[in-house]
């Protein structure tokens, strides 16, 4: 009886606390969460948030910069983990949770942020390989994508340890894999929201897709009748308008992975170039991009305005990713009517970290882009644009001989880059039975729907309607200014 005793306590300890996998490196487990508090991070986070461009604290990584990205990050992963990619649901191209769970739905806990409003896009047709549909007759919408979400920080503990009311914005990169990278027909087009798209060698020019894709809108569509770009800009308005004196600082910080980081910017210059940041004369919200592998925007006077509006961009690059080789060639950036890269850079190298085996991927270099323009072939340049690798790569800049404190079994949430000896299968994060459920009745897998309260639920009119005023008025006081 003893035994037994003691055989089945020893089986629920089990199924209480489940062994870790056995990974091939000490430390691999080694992921506080929470965080520790960082209490000095409220007295510097206008530095951290690049009100001196990061001088002096990338070399070495300030230890505050370097917890603020991989929380932005984290942030910005959501938007990946919570995507349903499934072209076979009735839901796929949507959020798969609703606002309110968002966040614990992806296992992110005790971020301190609200999600208030999620944003929707689409396209013209010539830029429709950004967006992902489902193949069913009775999908959600044939023509919209979930593209990101606004948050505002609401929890009074991390409000004082960020030093300020932080509003969020991520924006959800591309689903597609990387072939929209190879094969975009890129093109620079004069701003449409600023001076009417007038075409002259002061108007600032960007690339035609991301612009399709932030300020396209299409009636038939219940969840597109106002554009990505309104979708934001209405919900920056209302928070900005809500908490501008509530006795606490605010910030503004835009993050975006690959095609995300591109509408981040759009978005960002949008925000200051049309003063909704400017409270009073004395008061200005500072606006920071946290960009993750993202390309080329825009041209050089786009880059100048970017600097003279005082927006802060720093771009996380890893060396061998292909993405923010593209649009456009750093050779031609001397030329102001070429694409520019702007911001700050701070760049990783993947082949530094012990972790990852180099056997999965490929290199981009400038020596095979004649190669790579032929192949059109772009799977094995993946890994090094996860944003997964991103994050691990952070962690571990300037100490990478030190066991990691971010877990690198997230490396391969959605990609195969660890090395073998740690064990941990290649793109383990997906829905369970990817979605089917058995029915024991019927003796059969079907697919469930989804519930109710995590269905994309399209704006009202009233929202439709004020969002279209607010766009218009923008657009006569850009016109003006």
Not at 260 to 283: C, H, M, P, T
Request: hydrophobic content about 35%; glycine content about 6%.
């Amino acid at each position: 009886m003893a035994v037994q005793q003691l055989l089945e306590n020893l089986r629920l300890r089990t199924s209480l606390h489940p062994p870790l996998t056995p990974l091939g490196l000490e430390g691999t487990h080694n992921r506080s969460f929470p965080r520790p508090t960082l209490s000095q991070l409220a007295e510097t986070w206008r530095e951290v948030q690049g009100a001196d461009d990061w001088k002096g604290m990338l070399e070495p990584l300030n230890d505050h910069l370097r917890a603020e990205l991989i929380r932005y990050g984290e942030l910005a992963q959501v938007s990946y983990d919570s995507f349903d990619y499934d072209k076979h649901s009735k839901f796929c191209g949507s959020c798969r949770y609703s606002p309110d769970s968002l966040f614990e739905e992806v296992d992110l806990h005790h971020t301190g942020y609200t999600v208030t409003w999620y944003i929707y896009a689409t396209a013209n047709v010539r830029v429709w390989s950004f967006l992902r549909r489902s193949e069913r007759e009775d999908a959600w919408s044939k023509k919209s994508n979930w593209i990101g979400y606004v948050a505002v920080c609401t929890d009074e503990k991390e409000i004082n340890r960020l030093g300020r009311r932080d509003i969020l914005v991520v924006w959800r990169g591309t689903v597609t894999g990387l072939e929209w990278a190879a094969n975009a027909q890129y093109f620079l087009v004069p701003c449409a929201f600023i001076d009417g798209g007038n075409d002259n060698e002061s108007t600032p020019k960007v690339e035609a897709g991301f612009l399709s894709l932030y300020t396209s809108a299409d009636d038939s569509s219940r969840f597109n009748k106002i554009s990505a770009r309104e979708y934001a800009v209405k919900e920056i308005v209302r928070l900005i308008e809500e908490y501008k004196d509530d006795g606490h600082e605010l910030s503004i910080t835009i993050c975006g992975h690959s095609l995300g980081s591109g509408l981040g910017l759009l978005f960002a210059y949008d925000v200051a170039n049309s003063k909704l940041n400017q409270i009073s004369q004395e008061r200005t919200i500072p606006i920071t991009v946290f960009s993750f592998g993202g390309p080329r925007v825009g041209d050089g006077v786009f880059k100048q305005r970017v600097e003279d509006l005082g927006i802060k961009v720093l771009r996380v690059v890893n060396k061998g990713d292909i993405v923010p080789h593209v649009p456009g060639t750093h050779l031609l950036e001397s030329f102001k009517s070429a694409y520019h890269h702007l911001g700050v850079e701070f760049l990783l190298d993947d082949q530094q970290s012990l972790h990852l085996n180099q056997s999965k991927g490929r290199h981009f270099s400038v020596e095979n882009l004649i190669e790579l323009s032929l192949e059109r072939q772009l799977s094995a340049f993946a890994v090094h644009h996860n944003l997964e690798v991103y994050l691990h790569l952070i962690d571990g800049y300037g100490r990478y001989d030190k066991p990691p404190t971010r877990d690198p079994v997230l490396v391969n949430k959605g990609c195969g880059f660890l090395k073998e000896n740690k064990y941990v299968p290649e793109c383990w994060w997906q829905v369970e039975n990817k979605g089917l459920r058995y029915c024991e009745y019927q003796n059969r897998y079907f697919q469930p729907e989804r519930a109710y309260k995590d269905r994309p639920v399209p704006p009202e009119q009233e929202v439709v309607d004020a969002s279209k005023a607010l766009s218009k008025s923008l657009s006569l006081h850009n016109s003006k200014s």
